[in-house]
Protein backbone atom coordinates (compact mmCIF):
# COMPACT_ATOMS: atom_id res chain seq x y z
CA UNK A 1 0.00 0.00 0.00
CA UNK A 2 1.26 3.55 -0.80
CA UNK A 3 1.64 6.31 1.79
CA UNK A 4 2.92 9.35 2.06
CA UNK A 5 4.55 11.47 4.91
CA UNK A 6 5.34 15.02 5.84
CA UNK A 7 7.56 16.30 8.33
CA UNK A 8 6.64 18.94 9.97
CA UNK A 9 2.54 19.53 10.38
CA UNK A 10 3.57 23.60 10.59
CA UNK A 11 6.48 25.51 8.92
CA UNK A 12 7.11 29.04 9.31
CA UNK A 13 9.78 30.85 7.67
CA UNK A 14 10.60 34.67 7.31
CA UNK A 15 9.74 36.28 4.07
CA UNK A 16 12.66 36.05 1.54
CA UNK A 17 14.27 33.33 2.95
CA UNK A 18 14.29 29.37 1.22
CA UNK A 19 11.34 27.34 1.80
CA UNK A 20 11.86 23.75 2.29
CA UNK A 21 8.39 21.00 3.06
CA UNK A 22 9.66 17.39 3.35
CA UNK A 23 8.09 14.70 1.76
CA UNK A 24 8.94 11.23 1.68
CA UNK A 25 6.63 8.15 -0.23
CA UNK A 26 5.98 4.37 0.14
CA UNK A 27 5.23 2.84 -2.93
CA UNK A 28 5.55 -0.71 -4.26
CA UNK A 29 5.89 0.43 -7.80
CA UNK A 30 7.24 3.31 -9.38
CA UNK A 31 5.41 6.48 -8.24
CA UNK A 32 3.71 9.72 -9.33
CA UNK A 33 4.09 12.23 -7.06
CA UNK A 34 2.16 15.68 -6.79
CA UNK A 35 2.42 18.86 -4.20
CA UNK A 36 -0.81 20.23 -3.99
CA UNK A 37 -1.83 24.15 -1.90
CA UNK A 38 -4.54 24.69 -0.05
CA UNK A 39 -5.46 28.28 0.31
CA UNK A 40 -7.70 29.04 3.58
CA UNK A 41 -11.15 27.82 2.46
CA UNK A 42 -10.33 26.91 -0.85
CA UNK A 43 -9.75 23.98 -2.94
CA UNK A 44 -6.46 22.13 -4.04
CA UNK A 45 -4.69 23.69 -6.57
CA UNK A 46 -1.84 21.90 -8.27
CA UNK A 47 2.06 23.21 -7.84
CA UNK A 48 3.65 20.71 -9.25
CA UNK A 49 3.98 16.99 -10.15
CA UNK A 50 6.38 14.10 -11.10
CA UNK A 51 5.53 11.58 -13.32
CA UNK A 52 8.46 10.38 -15.47
CA UNK A 53 11.78 11.82 -16.91
CA UNK A 54 13.88 14.35 -15.49
CA UNK A 55 13.40 13.99 -11.40
CA UNK A 56 13.77 17.92 -10.79
CA UNK A 57 10.19 19.49 -11.19
CA UNK A 58 9.31 22.97 -11.73
CA UNK A 59 5.87 24.14 -10.67
CA UNK A 60 4.16 27.09 -10.68
CA UNK A 61 4.85 30.45 -8.20
CA UNK A 62 8.24 29.41 -8.24
CA UNK A 63 8.13 26.40 -6.61
CA UNK A 64 10.06 23.04 -7.58
CA UNK A 65 11.02 19.42 -6.51
CA UNK A 66 12.90 16.74 -6.61
CA UNK A 67 12.21 13.16 -7.15
CA UNK A 68 14.79 11.24 -5.10
CA UNK A 69 14.23 7.27 -5.59
CA UNK A 70 17.34 6.27 -3.24
CA UNK A 71 15.83 8.43 -0.58
CA UNK A 72 12.42 8.11 -1.38
CA UNK A 73 11.69 11.49 -0.90
CA UNK A 74 9.87 14.69 -3.22
CA UNK A 75 10.16 17.36 -0.85
CA UNK A 76 9.18 21.07 -2.30
CA UNK A 77 11.15 23.95 -2.02
CA UNK A 78 11.18 27.79 -3.26
CA UNK A 79 14.20 29.69 -3.05
CA UNK A 80 12.58 32.66 -1.26
CA UNK A 81 9.36 32.90 0.02
CA UNK A 82 6.51 35.42 -0.51
CA UNK A 83 4.08 36.41 2.25
CA UNK A 84 1.65 34.80 -0.67
CA UNK A 85 2.94 31.43 -0.34
CA UNK A 86 0.87 31.12 3.29
CA UNK A 87 -1.30 28.20 3.08
CA UNK A 88 -1.27 24.41 3.38
CA UNK A 89 0.64 22.18 1.39
CA UNK A 90 -0.06 18.30 0.62
CA UNK A 91 1.91 15.78 -0.75
CA UNK A 92 0.80 13.33 -2.83
CA UNK A 93 1.61 9.94 -4.69
CA UNK A 94 -0.43 7.47 -6.84
CA UNK A 95 0.44 4.44 -8.90
CA UNK A 96 2.59 4.74 -12.08
CA UNK A 97 -0.08 3.17 -14.34
CA UNK A 98 -2.38 1.53 -11.86
CA UNK A 99 -4.99 3.03 -9.47
CA UNK A 100 -5.39 6.39 -10.16
CA UNK A 101 -7.02 7.74 -6.65
CA UNK A 102 -4.21 10.05 -4.97
CA UNK A 103 -3.09 9.22 -1.66
CA UNK A 104 -2.33 12.36 0.48
CA UNK A 105 -0.02 13.29 3.07
CA UNK A 106 -1.31 15.15 6.39
CA UNK A 107 0.11 18.16 5.15
CA UNK A 108 2.13 20.86 6.63
CA UNK A 109 0.90 24.89 6.85
CA UNK A 110 3.26 26.99 5.91
CA UNK A 111 3.32 30.56 7.59
CA UNK A 112 5.61 33.38 6.50
CA UNK A 113 6.25 35.95 8.86
CA UNK A 114 7.36 39.45 7.75
CA UNK B 1 -10.70 28.78 -10.98
CA UNK B 2 -10.41 24.33 -11.64
CA UNK B 3 -13.55 24.87 -13.49
CA UNK B 4 -14.87 22.12 -11.44
CA UNK B 5 -17.84 23.30 -9.65
CA UNK B 6 -19.16 22.01 -6.26
CA UNK B 7 -22.93 22.44 -4.96
CA UNK B 8 -23.65 23.55 -2.19
CA UNK B 9 -20.85 25.38 -0.51
CA UNK B 10 -22.09 24.96 2.97
CA UNK B 11 -24.48 22.34 4.21
CA UNK B 12 -25.59 22.14 7.74
CA UNK B 13 -28.19 19.11 8.64
CA UNK B 14 -29.05 16.82 11.63
CA UNK B 15 -27.72 13.41 12.69
CA UNK B 16 -29.81 10.30 10.41
CA UNK B 17 -30.33 12.67 7.77
CA UNK B 18 -29.51 12.28 4.05
CA UNK B 19 -28.09 14.92 1.95
CA UNK B 20 -26.62 15.24 -1.65
CA UNK B 21 -23.49 16.86 -2.65
CA UNK B 22 -23.21 17.55 -6.55
CA UNK B 23 -20.36 17.85 -8.81
CA UNK B 24 -20.00 19.62 -12.34
CA UNK B 25 -16.78 18.11 -13.76
CA UNK B 26 -14.24 20.09 -16.04
CA UNK B 27 -15.63 20.40 -19.89
CA UNK B 28 -14.34 17.33 -20.88
CA UNK B 29 -13.27 15.63 -18.86
CA UNK B 30 -14.38 12.12 -18.20
CA UNK B 31 -13.54 11.28 -14.69
CA UNK B 32 -14.84 12.28 -11.74
CA UNK B 33 -13.13 11.57 -7.94
CA UNK B 34 -14.80 12.28 -4.57
CA UNK B 35 -12.74 12.87 -1.58
CA UNK B 36 -13.01 13.58 2.20
CA UNK B 37 -11.17 16.15 3.93
CA UNK B 38 -11.38 15.85 7.64
CA UNK B 39 -9.15 17.30 11.12
CA UNK B 40 -8.61 13.61 12.09
CA UNK B 41 -8.47 11.63 8.87
CA UNK B 42 -6.93 14.12 6.74
CA UNK B 43 -7.46 13.79 2.66
CA UNK B 44 -9.00 10.60 2.19
CA UNK B 45 -10.26 9.12 -1.36
CA UNK B 46 -13.42 8.04 -1.62
CA UNK B 47 -14.49 6.71 -5.27
CA UNK B 48 -13.97 7.35 -8.18
CA UNK B 49 -16.13 6.99 -11.36
CA UNK B 50 -15.32 7.57 -15.77
CA UNK B 51 -17.73 7.94 -17.71
CA UNK B 52 -20.36 6.63 -15.73
CA UNK B 53 -18.77 3.70 -14.22
CA UNK B 54 -17.73 3.29 -11.15
CA UNK B 55 -13.45 2.84 -11.64
CA UNK B 56 -12.43 2.86 -8.28
CA UNK B 57 -13.33 2.52 -4.61
CA UNK B 58 -11.26 3.92 -1.49
CA UNK B 59 -12.53 3.82 2.24
CA UNK B 60 -15.86 4.67 1.25
CA UNK B 61 -18.79 4.01 4.20
CA UNK B 62 -21.69 1.65 2.61
CA UNK B 63 -24.26 4.58 4.13
CA UNK B 64 -22.61 6.59 1.13
CA UNK B 65 -23.09 6.31 -2.61
CA UNK B 66 -22.24 8.45 -5.51
CA UNK B 67 -23.20 8.06 -9.31
CA UNK B 68 -22.00 10.19 -12.68
CA UNK B 69 -24.85 10.73 -14.69
CA UNK B 70 -24.86 10.89 -18.69
CA UNK B 71 -23.98 14.54 -18.75
CA UNK B 72 -20.90 13.60 -16.61
CA UNK B 73 -22.00 15.61 -13.87
CA UNK B 74 -21.57 13.15 -10.10
CA UNK B 75 -23.62 13.43 -7.06
CA UNK B 76 -22.57 11.96 -3.66
CA UNK B 77 -25.36 10.73 -1.40
CA UNK B 78 -24.23 10.75 2.14
CA UNK B 79 -27.12 8.90 4.53
CA UNK B 80 -28.37 8.00 7.89
CA UNK B 81 -25.16 10.54 8.63
CA UNK B 82 -23.36 10.95 11.92
CA UNK B 83 -21.93 13.61 13.76
CA UNK B 84 -18.11 11.87 12.60
CA UNK B 85 -19.63 12.82 8.85
CA UNK B 86 -18.97 16.27 9.39
CA UNK B 87 -16.00 17.49 6.96
CA UNK B 88 -15.30 18.86 3.57
CA UNK B 89 -16.34 17.33 0.49
CA UNK B 90 -13.96 17.40 -2.60
CA UNK B 91 -14.87 16.74 -6.18
CA UNK B 92 -11.78 16.19 -8.40
CA UNK B 93 -11.68 15.50 -12.37
CA UNK B 94 -9.42 14.68 -14.87
CA UNK B 95 -9.41 13.93 -18.79
CA UNK B 96 -9.54 9.96 -18.97
CA UNK B 97 -8.55 7.43 -16.46
CA UNK B 98 -4.77 7.35 -16.85
CA UNK B 99 -2.67 9.57 -14.75
CA UNK B 100 -4.11 13.03 -15.78
CA UNK B 101 -3.60 15.85 -13.51
CA UNK B 102 -6.22 15.89 -11.06
CA UNK B 103 -8.25 19.67 -10.98
CA UNK B 104 -10.14 19.94 -7.31
CA UNK B 105 -13.51 21.95 -7.25
CA UNK B 106 -13.93 24.56 -4.12
CA UNK B 107 -15.37 21.76 -1.78
CA UNK B 108 -18.50 21.58 -0.12
CA UNK B 109 -18.34 21.53 3.84
CA UNK B 110 -21.02 19.54 5.64
CA UNK B 111 -22.12 19.97 9.24
CA UNK B 112 -23.68 17.66 11.16
CA UNK B 113 -25.39 18.64 14.27
Known amino acids: AQSVTQLGSHVSVSEGALVLLRCNYS??????LFWYVQYPNQGLQLLLKYTTGATLVKGINGFEAEFKKSETSFHLTKPSAHMSDAAEYFC????????????FGKGTKLTVNP | DSGVTQTPKHLITATGQRVTLRCSPRSGDLSVYWYQQSLDQGLQFLIQYYNGEERAKGNILERFSAQQFPDLHSELNLSSLELGDSALYFC????????????FGPGTRLLVL
Open chain 2, 92 to 103: ASSVEVSQETQY
Open chain 1, 27 to 32: SSVPPY
Open chain 1, 92 to 103: AVSDQGGSEKLV
